[in-house]
């Protein structure tokens, strides 16, 4: 797996994942599972749908 997800775009999805999360947890609805795809997503720096897509928003270093 590939790294395409840049860190902007994976402290978006970790901050989404906790807010779905917490609001998941306060209305006591399975809803807040949801949260787990933008958490995984971002704690691993692959976005499947991204590479469907073709995006990739990770920046990659030059090595001369």
Not at 14 to 39: N, T
């Amino acid at each position: 797996m590939k790294c395409n997800v840049g860190n902007a775009d994976k402290i978006v999805r970790l901050f989404l994942a906790l807010v779905i999360g917490a609001v998941g947890f306060y209305v006591k609805s399975w809803w807040g599972l949801v949260a787990i795809v933008p958490l995984v997503t971002g704690l691993s720096s692959f976005c499947p749908l991204y590479t469907i897509l073709g995006l990739n928003t990770c920046s990659t270093k030059s090595v001369q």
